[in-house]
């Protein structure tokens, strides 16, 4: 054993000894059984790494008082003690056993070649709909794809394998991204369990990518990657208090993704802070075979969307106020109208009200685009799996989830599932007729309308809600969103920390055009810088009523 191999030996054994380990290798799945009570408020451990930026860890690197080894065995002993015991978050479904390695590997890189980027040797989380052909599985939460291992990477966990990020595990999600049930709870899969609000642990962190945007919040750590289809992204980062992007449709490649709907389906980035999330966005985006759609983002993309991110970018900036999204909680409305008085001072011009034509309008025909795309598109992306996979078809996945109806439907059924195996294939009118009225009226009719009007450079609006109580028995209970409109156009949408209700995040949405990431960026940094609202979770038991928010 070498000198420098027995200070990082004795620096891994003093980590799990403080995080009362008693070494530093996880179990490799969190699985779904009962965890223990709360943590006390308190008792979770201090943590060495806990809210460094990619460019502290990166600074730290260089200098050689850190290496991705150290980085990623803390991040992997984080995961044990907050993960799997202590407050049992259940944000993480599995680490990745080849992690160390991997990271030892990118160490030796930097030390002969130098760093590829700023995402080299940093540890990454990835939703559990995103392919790796590793040693972990995919399976968007579902004990119907256990042990199933993608043929190939998706294209973002390759691009990120290619950034030299190391790939630490899977996330825990809301099942099949939320699409089971009309009665769902949000952060709960058959595979992981129920995830936890780390801010408050009876709440809920929201989905379908709950357990990206809570491991990001509780610094079990330094990225990850969410999905989202309708508010997936932006709702978790809301409420849990991180920042989360989710992109233009076809900035960022679908393939390898367990899908939803082509037509609203996106990855995206989520971080601590919105610099961060640009650096994480620059590894992924790009054209690519596998994916259609990402042929329309040639000429729109940005080399490095870090050098739009300006903290006076909001001077001059002409901001819609969406005052339709306004008005489901008193103190949402206090918080939202204290950030636009910040945007004001900070030189940005407000248009009040620029509402968005036509909100509301296409509830409906959206979830039955959704309903018909899931049929076809899960069925193209199971056969795909090749002839080792477990199902083939939706079908087959509804009768498995009846065959095994204890561990996959205790708390609630699969309504949406049943309701997208009777629908007909793409060609029906039906299909076709919704799609068209969907983006006319969230595209050209909407959000492109009253930016038209009122020469907007961006929209705001709440992202949504305090965390709820989470309700196994009567599943969710949304308060209130924004997240449709950009969401069915396939537009950008970032979310904000934007205060608290006590102690519970809430977020702000800075929604734009196809396109315009870099200009929300831009916004959404210069807010970021403005108002600092980002706080580490406390893991109290329940909402301190106390603490006036």
Not at 39 to 63: C, I, K, N
Request: glycine share 10%; proline share 6%; net charge negative.
């Amino acid at each position: 054993m070498t000198a420098g191999t027995r200070r990082e030996f004795l620096w891994l054994a003093s980590l799990g000894s403080a995080l009362g380990l008693s070494g530093v290798s996880v179990p490799s799945a969190a699985g779904a059984s009962p965890r223990p009570a709360a943590s006390p408020a308190g008792t979770v451990p201090a943590f060495e790494l806990e809210e460094l930026t990619l460019d502290e860890l990166q600074r730290r690197m260089a200098a050689g008082t850190l290496t991705s080894r150290r980085l990623t065995a803390a991040y992997l002993a984080r995961i044990a003690a907050l993960d799997r015991r202590g407050p049992a978050l259940h944000h993480v479904i599995e680490t990745n056993p080849d992690a160390l390695a991997i990271a030892d590997s990118l160490d030796a890189e930097r030390r002969t070649k130098g760093a590829r980027g700023p995402l080299h040797g940093i540890p990454v989380l990835l939703k559990d709909n995103l392919d790796t052909h590793d040693r972990n599985t995919t399976t968007a939460g579902s004990l119907a794809l256990a042990g199933s291992i993608p043929p190939r990477d998706s294209t973002v966990a390759g691009k990120l394998r290619q950034a030299g990020a190391v790939l630490l595990g899977k996330t825990n999600l809301s099942e099949w991204a939320n699409i089971r049930s009309t009665h769902s709870t949000s952060g709960w899969s058959g595979r992981g369990g129920l995830a936890r609000n780390p801010y408050v642990l009876d709440r809920n962190p929201c989905g379908s990518s709950s357990g990206s945007a809570a491991a990001v919040a509780a610094n079990l750590c330094a990225l990850a990657i969410g999905t989202e289809t309708d508010g997936s992204i932006v709702c978790p980062s809301s409420a849990n208090g991180i920042v989360g992007l989710k992109p233009t449709l076809g900035l960022v490649s679908r393939a390898g993704i367990i899908p939803i709907a082509h037509s609203q389906d996106t990855a995206g980035p989520m971080a601590r802070t919105v610099r961060d999330a640009a650096m994480l966005l620059n590894a992924i985006v790009g054209a690519d075979d596998r994916d259609a759609a990402t042929a329309d983002s040639a000429g729109h993309g940005v080399a490095d969307y870090t050098r739009t991110l300006d903290a006076d970018g909001l001077r001059g900036a002409r901001i819609g106020v969406v005052r339709k999204a306004f008005g489901f909680n008193a103190r949402v409305d206090r918080l939202m109208e204290d950030a636009l008085a910040e945007m004001v001072r900070r030189g940005a011009v407000l248009v009040d009200p620029a509402d968005i034509p036509h909100l509301g309008e296409y509830d409906e025909t959206e979830l039955d685009v959704l309903l018909y795309e899931l049929k076809a598109d899960l069925a193209a992306y199971l056969q795909a799996l090749g002839p080792a996979a477990p199902v083939k078809s939706l079908a087959d996945v509804i009768a498995f989830n009846e065959a095994h109806r204890a561990e996959e439907m205790p708390y609630f059924g699969q309504e949406l599932f049943i309701r997208a195996d009777a629908k007909g294939p793409l060609t029906d009118p039906a299909y076709r007729d919704a799609l068209e009225k969907n983006r006319r009226l969230a595209r050209t009719e909407g959000i492109d309308a009253v930016m038209d009007e009122h020469k907007l450079d961006a929209l705001v609006a709440p992202t949504g809600g305090p965390a709820w109580t989470t309700d196994l028995v009567n599943g969710d209970h949304f308060s209130g969103g924004s997240s449709t409109a950009p969401a069915v156009a396939g537009y950008p949408n970032i979310n904000v920390p934007a205060g608290d209700i006590f102690g519970l995040p809430v977020g702000i949405s800075f929604i734009g055009r196809a396109w315009s990431e870099a200009t929300l960026l831009r916004l959404a940094f210069a807010f970021e810088q403005a108002t600092k609202f980002r706080r580490a979770p406390r893991f109290l038991p329940t909402v301190d009523l106390g603490q006036v928010g």
